[in-house]
């Protein structure tokens, strides 16, 4: 009987309050080793200390390396690619940019997005450079770059100088949000943001707007949801405060899945008003719950959301205030993007993702 495969992959990001990243490796994972062919390959996880894993047992080897060492750089190009080096595989797969350096087979690295390429400035001035680095070095070594959208594909040619015969483009799925999806017109006055806190998702801004569009709204709520990675440091406390609107304001670092189902199926509008994403991820999960994305007008979320989103202008506070107010109290306002929203949804499938993304690192693999 000829033996299973041996994939290598990365799995720190499965640690923790799994989001982005984290999320992505897992929906991949789960549809990996429930396959009917399952057998025929064998994933050896890297971490540095256990993880809490439902994946089951005869797919999967845990390598739990380099234990108290942290999860960051020195990790991965010590403990890791120590582990990496000594293991008998046949394939690695980096689902987070950045790989150990010289793995002794076939690389297969996932850049999301190279935001700390195209935009320094929100960046320190260390991770940046480390950030494009080790991006930079992995693309180069990668035997297949995958990435989320054409736009990012376009950003890799152009910024990393990755020949483009070695980058594949698959979109992710979308974690559907309907569960508990109500009827537009019982919804409540919640506009809704999903997402690492970064600068370039303009929070100042839709702050500004939702505290311009419901002046008179007493009921009206925004509610921000992710952990605060802004740089320079933003503080989003005080700039609702210096709008009015901190006692309608509400943050949250995290939100487990059963309370963000639960957030979506609140909500009046998803607001993500960000100028630069490789994809994009949680409006098109607000459109999985029925909750009208409204974004910024750019050339990612064009080829992401087509028709399913109200855009607005970068800076442009007057009107995504106007559009705010118009999809709060104007439920049939969103009509028109909820009724393009199976169309665009059905071009994103964790399904079809987990298949073609195992079918290049089959491709590359050492046999």
């Not at 991949?28 to 256990?50: H, I, K, N, Q």
């Not at 419901?214 to 933003?234: E, H, K, N, S, Y």
């Amino acid at each position: 009987m000829t033996r299973p495969l041996r994939i290598g992959i990365d799995a720190r990001e499965l640690l923790g309050e799994a989001t982005g990243v984290g999320r992505y490796l897992s929906e991949l994972l789960t549809r990996w080793t429930a396959r009917s062919d399952a057998a025929r390959r064998r994933f050896v996880l890297y971490a540095p200390e256990g993880l809490p894993s439902s994946f089951p047992p005869d797919a999967i080897d845990l390598r739990v390396v380099g234990a108290g060492a942290g999860r960051g750089t020195w990790w991965e190009q010590t403990h890791l690619r120590r582990a990496v080096r000594r293991d008998p595989l046949d394939v690695f797969f980096a689902p987070a940019y950045t790989a150990p350096f010289g793995t002794p087979v076939p690389l297969a690295v996932t850049i999301h997005d190279i935001s700390f390429v195209a935009h320094p400035e929100w960046f320190r001035t260390r991770e940046g450079l480390r950030r494009r680095w080790l991006t930079r070095r992995a693309a180069h070594a990668a035997a297949v770059v995958f990435t989320d959208s054409e736009f990012s594909r376009s950003e890799l040619e152009a910024r990393l100088d990755v020949d483009a015969s070695r980058i594949v483009v698959i979109p992710p799925g979308v974690t559907d949000r309907g569960a508990h999806v109500r009827e537009r017109a019982r919804r409540e006055p919640v506009v809704l943001f999903v997402g690492s806190l970064f600068n370039r998702r303009r929070l100042p801004d839709l702050i500004a707007a939702f505290a311009k569009a419901t002046t008179d709204l007493p009921t009206a709520r925004l509610v921000i949801v992710g952990r605060d990675r802004t740089w320079p440091r933003q503080d989003l406390a005080s700039a609702a405060a210096t709008h009015g609107v901190q006692a309608r304001t509400e943050f949250r670092s995290y939100a487990p899945d059963s309370e963000l189902t639960a957030l979506y199926g609140r909500a009046s509008v998803f607001a993500f008003l960000s100028e630069y994403e490789g994809f994009g991820m949680t409006p098109l999960e607000a459109l999985s719950a029925g909750v009208p994305p409204l974004v910024l007008d750019t050339a990612v979320a064009r080829e992401v959301y087509g028709d399913a989103a109200v855009f607005v202008a970068r800076g442009d506070i007057a009107g995504t205030a106007a559009a705010l107010r118009r999809l709060l109290v104007e439920p049939s306002s969103g009509a028109r993007i909820l009724e393009s929203a199976p169309a665009v949804l059905r071009r994103y499938s964790w399904d079809a993702a987990a298949d073609r993304t195992l079918e290049h690192i089959e491709r590359i693999a050492r046999r």
